[in-house]
């Protein structure tokens, strides 16, 4: 199978998704917020936040695992992508944002897991190279991997869909 043929971008809500595992862009706390983060934990439900709360925190870059609730995703996965500044480390804490949820996925045995652009919202991460980052990293992953079987990012905008479509067309 072509490495290629376990990525998919799509427009979407991604509370929605009947995947394995839906990723979530959290914030530190894990317990809530605006935009992606504030839209899982109201359609997951309240047991989602009392859950986080046993967690604890989750620094930049790392990645948490949780039920999904309400929610048709069986889990989710919590990581904290970096608020954009500009700087070399903004790179590499989201490459392991990516990684880090991967190998959990990984870990748990799921097959598939649906990505939102993480920190591509108030975080401020430009989507051209956020989007970069999030596909090769994943393709890197799914090299030596053969789980998840399949990745999909799921996009709340067109201007997104039409950035992730032509980067994986590209390959």
């Given at each position: ?11 979407g ?22 935009g ?73 045995g ?5 990505f939102?652009?993480v ?53």
């Amino acid at each position: 199978m072509n490495i290629f043929d376990r990525l998919e971008a799509r427009k979407g809500d991604i509370t929605k998704e009947s995947v394995d595992a839906i990723v979530n862009a959290a914030n530190e706390s894990l317990l809530g917020g605006g935009g992606v983060d504030g839209a899982i934990h109201r359609a997951a439900g309240p047991a989602l936040l009392e859950e986080c709360r046993t967690i604890g925190k989750c620094p930049t870059g790392e990645a948490r695992i949780s039920k999904g609730y309400h929610l048709p995703a069986r889990f989710v996965i919590h990581t904290v992508g970096p608020i954009y500044k500009g700087r070399p480390e903004n790179r590499t804490q989201l490459v392991a944002c990516y990684t880090n949820s991967l190998s959990l996925a990984k870990e748990y045995g799921l097959q598939t897991v649906a990505f939102p652009a993480v920190s591509c919202g108030v975080y401020g991460y430009p989507i051209v190279d956020a989007c970069k980052i999030a596909v090769d990293t994943c393709v890197n992953f799914l090299n030596d991997n053969e789980l998840p079987a399949k990745v999909i990012y799921v996009l709340f905008s067109e201007e997104m869909l039409d950035h992730y479509t032509r980067y994986l067309n590209q390959f």
